[in-house]
């Protein structure tokens, strides 16, 4: 199994479906603290873990805006989508990503 010694939590799993929505592209932590409905605090210990353990990709974007500090683009790996695919078909139903 894919998720064997990784905690598959509902913020883990949100996450993933997050970064599922558009596998190939990258997106920016903001961006997924918004569509998660996540803190700070939760959401980058688990893109740390995830990138650790080879389900997502992490790197610098290339130029930022001017006054703006470069940001960390993640996305799936090829090991990541099928984390994903293995997660929706064990796991629990899709949680809610944004508070209601």
Partial sequence: MVTDGLRMTPATLAVLLSLASDASQW?????????????????????????????????WEDRGAPGRPARHLYRLTPAGRALVREARAVGPARPQLRPS
């Fill in 27 to 59: 997106q920016y932590g903001y961006e997924l603290l918004g569509e998660t409905g996540l803190k700070s605090g939760s959401l980058y210990p688990i893109l740390v873990r995830l990138a650790d353990r080879g389900f997502l990709e992490a790197t």
